[in-house]
């Protein structure tokens, strides 16, 4: 019986290649034709590359001695490809290709990696359940009547039924980390300025960070390693030393002193949810790590603070689509004004329509002071509540998400009840900091649990070993829906 190609990790597939046990080739062409199998069902891709784009032929197959060298991925459709249609998943940016590669894609190509796919998402990432898309949604692999999270979803997905064999996500408010927690994979917010954003389609700029969603812990080490690092094209890249990630990767928690935030465990929690996390908290401490309590007072200003100055950002970003320079035009206008307002009635969704009118409500005359100067405020004290809380440890352990995937269709008329489902992913994106969510556990409905863990600025080798320690000793990473 010949071995099933698709579910390999990524470090698993690369050891492969460079043995010459398969080519990359034969990869390629194996994911390929998982996507066909489980797209109908799933919907995470926007585009896909056809079997001639995406396949190496098997004499050019990895020269490069990079460990990304002929592994097939799958990137989140606001990250910019030169010559391949990049849409946000919106009707305004249908048509768009874009004429350069992001810096992140670069990266990618330089090291050997195959692009095979641009994965769904919530339109301008603005969602957490991938259903503002305007290209439809994308359904949770471990249950086809769930949302997979957004606004990555279309990645988390892909990578959770084992349609590409790593992915790049972004994340603003969680973005990565809560589908990773629905989808029952492992996704990791790098620290703000660690990644280039060149090329990824802003949407709140002082928020937004690109990073991997993948099958385990050592797949995020491999792939943040490629990505990281300083990049004069970006003004907000810090040129800080990128360490080895994976060399990192000790599992050792003796002497590590792991805090929880007593604010992390909400009202209405999800009672599965909490039990899992304590459990994995306990399951820490046996493992040598010493549990404290700590309190980050600023949590429940978090969803207003953020909703504040995320859509203050976006309506300021999503200016420049007014069927002028590129994207859609909509037909029929008289004058320069009637055109910009089809343009964008026609092209933008019912979110982004939303986030632009509060943003622009946020900024207007009268208005700033009261909301978004004052948001700025708690966002500095929000992040010295972190900076306090990392005196007396090396990581904050949280639940991801405070339930897990719920329907499709459940919160979509609801906005508050929807932003309400990124309470506990939000304030990292306010203070910049690093954070991983990896899979701790199973409800009884049989859906995916998520653990969060926080580090220090630039701490992302601290978090990857603490996630890694945990992923070792357990086996909620192994499990995969039965599609």
Not at 29 to 48: D, F, G, M, N, Q
Not at 432 to 448: A, N, Q
Not at 469 to 475: L, S
């Amino acid at each position: 019986m010949t071995m099933k190609l698709h579910p390999l990790t990524l470090h698993q597939a690369s050891e492969m290649l460079q043995k010459g046990e398969m080519t990359s080739e034969e990869l390629c062409r194996a994911v390929l034709r998982r996507i066909e199998a489980v797209e109908p069902k799933i919907h995470s891709y926007v585009t896909v590359m056809e079997k001639d784009e995406s396949a190496p032929d098997s004499g050019n197959a990895p020269s490069n001695d990079s460990l990304l060298a002929g592994i097939p991925l799958a990137v989140k459709d606001n990250i910019v490809t030169l010559g391949i249609r990049t849409t946000c998943a919106s009707r305004i940016l249908s048509n768009f290709v874009p004429p350069y590669d992001a810096t992140v894609i670069s990266r990618l190509k330089e090291k050997g990696a195959v692009l095979l796919g641009k994965t769904n998402l919530d339109e301008f990432a603005m969602g957490s359940s991938t259903e503002t898309s305007a290209v439809g949604t994308t359904r949770n692999p471990w249950n086809l009547a769930c949302i997979p999270g957004g606004s990555s979803g279309g990645s988390a997905a892909a990578v959770a039924a084992d349609a590409c064999i790593a992915a790049l996500g972004s994340d603003t408010g969680g973005s990565i980390r809560q589908p990773a927690a629905h989808c029952g994979v492992v996704g990791l917010k790098p620290t703000y300025g660690r990644v280039s954003r060149f090329g990824l389609v802003a949407f709140a700029s002082s928020l937004d960070q690109i990073g991997p969603l993948t099958k385990d812990v050592e797949d995020a080490a491999l792939l943040l390693q490629v990505i990281a690092g300083y990049d004069p094209k970006d003004s907000t890249s810090l040129d800080v030393p990128v360490p080895d990630y994976r060399a990192a990767l000790t599992g050792e928690l003796s002497g590590k002193t792991v805090g929880v935030p007593k604010e992390y465990f909400v009202e209405g929690m999800q009672p599965e949810v909490e039990a899992a996390v304590r459990e994995a908290l306990a399951f820490l401490e046996k493992e040598g790590a010493t549990i404290v309590e700590v309190s980050l007072p600023h949590t429940e200003y978090a969803v207003a603070t953020y909703y504040i100055l995320a859509t203050a950002e976006a309506s300021s970003n999503l200016a420049r689509y007014d069927g002028v320079k590129y994207g859609y035009r909509a037909e029929g206008a008289e004058e320069l004004i009637e055109m910009y307002r089809k343009t964008r009635a026609e092209g933008f969704g019912k979110e982004v329509k939303r986030r632009i009118m509060l943003g622009t409500y946020a900024l207007s005359s009268g208005y700033y002071d009261a909301y978004y100067r004052k948001a700025q405020q708690v966002r500095t004290l929000i992040r010295q509540d972190f900076d306090r809380a990392f005196e007396k440890c090396d990581v904050l352990v949280t639940p991801t998400s405070p339930t897990t995937a719920f329907r499709i269709g459940e919160k979509v008329d609801d906005p508050l009840q929807m932003y309400l489902s990124d309470i506990l992913t939000l304030a990292v994106n306010l203070a910049g900091i690093p954070g991983i969510s990896i899979p701790c556990g199973f409800d009884d409905s049989g859906l995916p649990i998520g653990l969060q863990v926080l580090g220090k600025h630039f701490e992302e080798a601290t978090i990857l070993n603490v996630a890694y320690a945990y992923e070792q000793r357990t086996d909620w990473h192994k499990m995969r829906p039965a599609l």
